[in-house]
């Protein structure tokens, strides 16, 4: 176990600054909390055994979120999550409301999913989703424009991530 | 909604409290066999002996085989490909080029976003649906020589019920050179918990298979049926097999003749169904492997794949003798993301597998007879961005394909094919690949290649561009 020490600190440092990041992008294209969880111990033990250095934490996490995303879309690949993402009911929400709305996000193709977590609740702006996700700007914005008529997301007042 | 109400959900999605030390106590745990996610911790920590993974040819076979290598072709010439025309065709239309004298491409218009066409058989086709997504027509065309003839369409109704659900819809189908297109609506993705589609059978004209499914996700579960096309009767498939056993269904992959299947269920694992003795068994207990996935090569000997680690090992075996062989062993996973660019990647068709070395140098391995070929002069660490292969159903080719990662769409940069038979490997580069969406890449026929793409634009013009190397 000793050897292990500087990996369980490396996991426990890294896991407390962007876990929550990790599981949510998961939870958004896979729907069911296990299936979040599983990702999220796949992209940290990647994290430990396969990461490049890192120039700063926001790098790492921009890794953490690109790897999260690959494994997800990797899921999604399989056959029978070839079939709708439906939300898990073992996902604990505080209204009826809050569980409808989020059931019309997991309902968005998954195409879209990613870029508008990335910059509607991360905050990236479309640089940065296309530096994550490996797109390109104006892919990324096209898929922010369609994500968002599917949504029927409307912006706040002053919001500045707007393409 | 709008982003307050997107962020106040999104912070409501909190991992368990117990994740972290969940995976903690993984990274102490001893690695396991890696059949299902929730192993992914004994999956990683292997990873890190992964190194260890040699792929090496594990049983004495044709040395020849072994020694195969594709000549590759590499065209100065590049394509231009075809942009978008504004002005929707009635009815398909092609138009043709042959570039450097060795590509022929076929380029068609389709008439509007309903057409498709069938993976494998050589057929496209054309629906008109009134608004509620109900069929008001229904064409086929086939290919020949440098025209498109239309095909007789001919409909059938069914009506069958399987676990308290009840299925009514309308095949259409063709016959082109002794193969049936089918297609039917089926729920047109309207009801979430059940739908059905048709399956052509190789070498049958006279029946397809109807696949009735339920549920979704870890619910969901299929049940295989026979759907006459003259008489629209349904026959149960597996009536008297004891596939209970593997209940419930995730996938059944059949022999041509039908007279076994490979049942498989993400609970209970893979089975064998042998519709002549009526019995069904599971595939560890047939083998005494660890089955981690398995489908039919030629003459209904299985293909298996066994997963320890990182590595996987390939067997054949055969059903009538219980001979099992070890083709490959030791060949390393390959993961399609920046971490881990080689390994190996198999097909559910053609019996065919790619190994990507570390030095990016690409092996066809023929996963029955543990053939191996490689190309030579070409090596994927000259490729920048992301590539894929895919065999043709027959496993006779094998299509490459290399992104360009800034289009809108797949950006098919450069298309090429190897040849097993003629040993060659035919590489064609692309221009003006981005002034479509190009929405998918596969084989239309044993032969051509197919991209299929919209108008960025406007999603209701639809193209179909084929390829024969």
């Known amino acids: 176990m000793k050897e292990q020490d500087p990996l369980l600190r490396r996991f426990e440092t890294s896991y407390s600054a962007h876990g929550a990041a990790v599981y949510r992008l998961a939870m958004v294209y896979l729907g069911r909390p296990a299936d979040a969880e599983d990702v999220t111990q796949e992209v940290f033990l990647k994290l430990l055994y396969k990461a490049p250095p890192f120039a700063d934490g926001e790098h790492e996490k921009r890794w953490l979120l690109r790897v999260t995303a690959n494994l997800c879309r990797d899921q999604l690949k399989g056959f029978w999550r070839r079939h709708t993402v439906a939300l898990d009911e073992s996902c604990p929400l505080r209204s009826e409301e809050d569980r409808a709305l989020l059931e019309t996000i997991l309902a968005l193709p998954e195409t879209y999913k990613g870029p508008i977590h990335l910059h509607y609740y991360e905050g990236y702006s479309v640089a940065e989703v296309a530096e994550i996700l490996k797109l390109s700007q104006s892919a990324v914005k096209m898929r922010l424009k369609r994500g968002r008529e599917l949504l029927k997301l409307e912006l706040d007042a002053g919001w500045e991530g707007s393409v | ?469």
């Open chain 2, 1 to 469: 909604m709008n982003t307050r109400d997107y962020r106040n959900v999104m912070e409501q999605l909190t991992p368990a409290p117990d994740l972290e030390g969940r995976i903690k106590a993984g990274l102490t745990q001893q690695p396991r066999r890696q059949a299902h996610p929730r192993r992914l911790v004994g999956k990683v920590l292997v990873a890190a002996v992964a190194i260890a993974c040699t792929f090496m040819v594990a049983m004495a076979v044709s040395p020849q085989l072994r020694a195969a290598v594709l000549t590759l072709f590499h065209l100065e010439e590049t394509e231009q490909v075809p942009g978008p025309v504004s002005e929707l065709p009635e009815e398909p239309e092609m138009t043709q080029n042959t570039i450097a004298q060795q590509v022929e491409a076929q380029y068609i218009r389709l008439p509007n976003a309903g057409s498709g066409y069938n993976y494998g058989i050589g057929t496209l086709f054309q629906v008109e649906r009134t608004d509620d997504g109900s069929i008001l027509s229904f064409h086929y065309w086939a290919i020949e020589e440098h025209e498109l003839v239309p095909l007789e369409t001919r409909t059938t109704a069914f009506s069958t019920t399987w676990e308290g659900v009840t299925y009514t819809d309308t095949v259409y189908w063709c016959e082109y050179e002794g193969a049936i297109s089918c297609y039917n609506n089926g729920t047109a993705g309207y009801a979430l918990d059940y739908d059905c589609n048709t399956i052509a059978i190789p070498g049958s004209t006279d029946s397809v298979i109807l696949r009735l499914s339920q549920g979704s996700q870890m619910d969901y579960r299929e049940y295989p049926m026979l759907l006459n096309l003259e008489t629209g009767a349904v026959t149960d498939l597996l009536d008297g097999t004891d596939w209970e056993k593997a209940a419930p269904l995730t996938n059944v992959r059949w022999t041509n003749d039908l007279s076994a299947a490979i049942l498989s269920s993400d609970r209970m694992g893979w089975f064998y169904c042998d519709r002549a003795n009526k019995t069904t068994t599971s595939l560890d207990e047939l083998t005494g492997l660890e089955v981690f996935s398995a489908w039919f090569g030629q003459d209904g000997t299985l293909i298996l794949l066994t997963r320890y680690g990182d590595c996987y090992d390939v067997w054949t075996w055969q059903p009538n003798s219980g001979t099992l062989k070890r083709t490959f062993s030791q060949l390393p996973v390959y993961q399609n993301n920046e971490e881990n660019t080689h390994g190996f990647q198999f097909f559910f068709g053609g019996g065919r597998g790619i190994y990507v070395a570390e030095d990016g140098t690409v092996s066809v391995l023929d996963l029955a007879t543990g053939g191996t070929t490689t190309v030579d002069g070409f090596s994927l660490s000259q490729w920048e961005g992301t590539t894929s292969f895919i065999a043709n159903p027959s496993g006779t080719k094998v299509l490459f394909a290399s992104y360009d990662g800034t289009a809108d769409g797949l950006g098919i940069s450069s298309l090429g094919v190897m040849d097993l038979e003629a040993s060659t490997f035919i590489l064609l580069d692309r221009e003006n690949y981005d002034a479509l969406y190009e929405g998918s890449l596969g084989w239309f026929d044993g032969d051509r290649v197919a991209v299929t793409a919209h108008g960025k634009d406007d999603y209701t013009e639809t193209y179909l561009y084929l390829y024969r190397f």
